[in-house]
Structures are given as structure tokens and as C-alpha cells.
């Protein structure tokens, strides 16, 4: 009786070797989690990432690297759901990273981030920019290290609702966010032509796309970055567009103001 009731596992097993997916391993310890926020992904609105996750990892972390074309290094790191973020530094593990704290006894974790975008005991909404993807600390290459936690204690994670795969390997799985997608983003025009759009606030950001000529850009929010100069012009400020999915300085909007009215701080 024994041998038949292990048959459906075996099953199971072959099944998964087959398509080169590994099982969905159980929590470690502890009793069963309440449920937790509607976590997301924790990078921008419509970028698809692969996952994969190496047994050697402490907890049930997944790391993510993009796998739309665009370049992992510099990419915008996200929060996944709201909380206060603390940030910490490892220098032969996590290297740069931030722990948020979700209440109720979760917490998310993001390793070795290129740099933070928050100030530490800062309180984040959910798609908020964190930091930036990098590979500080024990890194072989920029990815996002994502871990959920209930009270101490790494989970198997979870996406809107859906439990991931744990592959051994990347672009064996894939997710789309929806991160950040909710807003609608306030109406303004751009001036001038190759204007580059940014994966942050910074003149070393990896370029996302370029802007040929004056643009009608939805602005989600803004932020101080790196100080531009143009057409006799100086400017710290930069915004984030919807669509473009970067960010540009303010000196390209075409409004009178270095800072924009009613657009919220990122």
C-alpha cells in the first residue's frame, strides 16, 4: 500500500524532470503563514524577467534576471507590497540590500542592490522604487535576490496570488510585472530630440529607449537625480514616464518649473 500511495510522487517527479522544472519545495518549519499582501513582482510595470533558484540559497529566495532585451544592471528595483524599509549591508552575502517590513509578520528581502532609493526606516508603497538592480556583495552577475518571510521564516513565493516554480536554472520560467501599472500619470510634452529615457535619475543609468523628437509622455512621479545641463539651463530633477518605463530630466519637459506641479515624489 505503501508503494502505491508513492506512486502519484514518482509520477510527479519524471513529469518535472521532463520539462526541466523543479516541485514547488515545502516552507521550512514553522506553522502555516496567515495570509499575506497581494505581493508583485519587484521590478517596473511590463518587463519580463526569468527566475531561477539555487539550492545552496539560504531561504526560498528566486533571483531574477531580465529577459526582454533590456539590461538587468541599473534596472529600478520595486516594491513588491507596502512597508517600512530598513536598509543593510553585507559585504561577503547580501552586499547592498533592503529588508521591508509588511506587518502581520511578513517581510521582503532584495540583495545586492547597486544602490538604495529610500532612506532607511522610510515607509514605501507598493511599486515604489527601493533601489537599483546590481551585484554588491557574494554576486557572480546583477539579479535581484527575492525573498518573502512570515515571521522569520522563508516562504515559498508568491506572485498576485500564485505560487512561483522554483527551476535550477534561468529562462526555464518567466514573469511579466504588473507592478506600478495602476497609475494613470499626468500629461506633459517633451522639447527636443534624442532625448534619452533612463532606467534611474542618473546620467550613468542604462538608456531604455530614446525620444526622436517632442513627445506627448504621461509623468507618474519625480524625483532629484543627476544635475543636467541644457540650453543654458540647470536642472536635478527627473521624471518618471509611464509609457517610456525610464526616466527623464525635467529640462526636457516643457514646463517653466524645475520641479512639476501636481506630480507626486517618487
Given at each position: ?45 511590463g518587463q519580463r524577467w526569468t527566475h531561477s533558484h539555487h539550492s545552496a540559497e539560504v531561504r526560498r529566495a ?205
Amino acid at each position: 500500500m505503501r508503494f502505491l500511495r508513492r506512486l502519484p510522487a514518482v509520477v510527479a517527479a519524471a513529469v518535472l524532470a521532463l520539462t526541466g522544472l523543479s516541485a514547488v519545495p515545502a516552507q521550512a518549519g514553522g506553522s502555516a503563514a496567515t495570509a499575506g499582501p497581494n505581493f508583485k513582482a519587484p521590478y517596473p510595470c511590463g518587463q519580463r524577467w526569468t527566475h531561477s533558484h539555487h539550492s545552496a540559497e539560504v531561504r526560498r529566495a528566486l533571483d531574477f534576471v531580465r529577459a526582454d532585451g533590456g539590461t538587468t544592471a541599473g534596472t529600478p528595483v520595486l516594491a513588491s507590497a507596502a512597508g517600512t524599509a530598513t536598509r543593510h549591508y553585507q559585504a561577503g552575502g547580501a552586499g547592498n540590500y533592503i529588508v521591508i517590513d509588511h506587518g502581520s509578520g511578513w517581510k521582503t528581502y532584495y540583495f545586492h542592490l547597486a544602490a538604495y532609493s529610500v532612506a532607511s526606516g522610510e515607509y514605501v508603497g507598493q511599486g515604489r522604487q527601493i533601489g537599483t538592480t546590481g551585484s554588491t556583495g557574494n554576486s557572480s552577475g546583477a539579479h535581484i535576490h527575492y525573498e518573502q518571510l512570515y515571521n522569520g521564516v522563508g516562504q515559498n513565493i508568491v506572485i498576485n496570488g500564485s505560487g512561483l516554480s522554483y527551476p535550477g536554472s534561468y529562462h526555464q520560467a518567466y514573469l511579466t510585472s504588473d507592478n506600478g501599472c495602476g497609475g494613470t500619470g499626468v500629461p506633459f510634452n517633451t522639447w527636443g530630440s534624442g532625448v534619452n529615457v533612463r532606467a534611474d535619475a542618473g546620467l550613468s543609468a542604462p538608456v531604455v529607449t530614446t525620444l526622436g523628437g517632442p513627445t506627448a509622455v504621461r509623468v507618474l512621479c519625480q524625483k532629484q537625480g543627476d544635475t543636467v545641463n541644457a540650453e543654458g539651463y540647470t536642472n536635478n530633477w527627473w521624471s518618471k514616464l509611464r509609457d517610456q518605463n525610464g526616466f527623464i530630466s525635467n529640462i526636457y519637459i516643457d514646463h517653466p518649473d524645475a520641479r512639476l506641479p501636481g506630480v507626486p515624489l517618487c
